[in-house]
């Protein structure tokens, strides 16, 4: 059973598109992270929001997380080839282990 | 530069002889852990460490072993691999069981 599922899987778009990507669960999280990989690296971290209705904004990468901390969206203006990798996010419940979400692969063509 | 290194970064081998993968985060922490990635399934668990000498097992502990001696350090072994193990590695280490995860950059393990 995946705890977090994220949608879409797959996403392919061309540069200077919008798009929202979307981790939601029945779970209530203590906190939330979302992570970019590229291809031949490890994932690594872009956010955590941690407070219901929290936003955070990292350049054209606005990430929300629900009133009920049960689901986050990650929003990306106007994107570029840069963009481009697998997003990840996982959710902490107190002191336990990190549940990642299956990723969105997500392509930007030029 | 604060890193978790691991090695080696590709590795093809066959069925049944044993492998070690290692593992050194240089940022102090005490919590480190192994995580298999495959696609369509995200990454999942496959060992923990909170400490010296603490290990348990995650999701997915079959035909996989640890060992934590030294806070830096925390290799994955293989005894006897077979192919269902062939996938993408990763090792990590934070501060806690539930913070940020510092990656290793991944080993590809092909098990024919």
């Known amino acids: 059973t995946q705890l977090l599922e994220q949608s879409p899987q797959f996403l392919s778009i061309q540069e200077g598109e919008n798009l929202t990507v979307y981790c939601n669960s029945s779970s209530v999280f203590s906190s939330l992270q979302w992570y970019r990989q590229e291809p031949g690296e490890g994932p690594v971290l872009l956010v955590t929001?941690?407070?219901?209705?929290e936003v955070k904004k990292l350049k054209r990468l606005t990430f929300q997380f629900g009133d009920a901390r049960k689901d986050s969206s990650l929003h990306i203006t106007a994107a570029q080839p840069g963009d481009t990798g697998l997003y990840l996010c996982a959710g902490a419940r107190g002191a336990q282990k990190l549940v990642f979400g299956q990723g969105t692969r997500l392509t930007i063509n030029p | 530069e604060a890193q978790v290194t691991q090695n080696p970064r590709y590795l093809i081998t066959v069925t049944g002889k044993k492998l070690t993968v290692t593992c050194s985060q240089n940022?102090?922490?005490?919590?480190m852990s192994w995580y298999r990635q495959d696609p369509g399934l995200g990454l999942r668990q496959i060992y923990y460490?909170?400490?010296?000498?603490?290990?348990d097992k995650g999701d997915v502990p079959e035909g996989y072993k640890v060992s934590r001696k030294e806070k830096r350090n925390f290799p994955l072994i293989l005894e006897s691999p077979s192919p269902n193990q062939t996938s993408l590695y990763f090792c990590?280490?934070?501060?806690?069981?539930?913070?940020?995860?510092?990656f290793g950059d991944g080993t590809r393990l092909s098990i024919l």
């Open positions: 940022m102090n922490h005490e919590y």
């Open positions: 990590a280490s934070s501060l806690s069981q539930p913070s940020p995860q510092h």
């Open positions: 460490s909170m400490n010296v000498e603490v290990t």
């Open positions: 929001v941690v407070t219901g209705g």
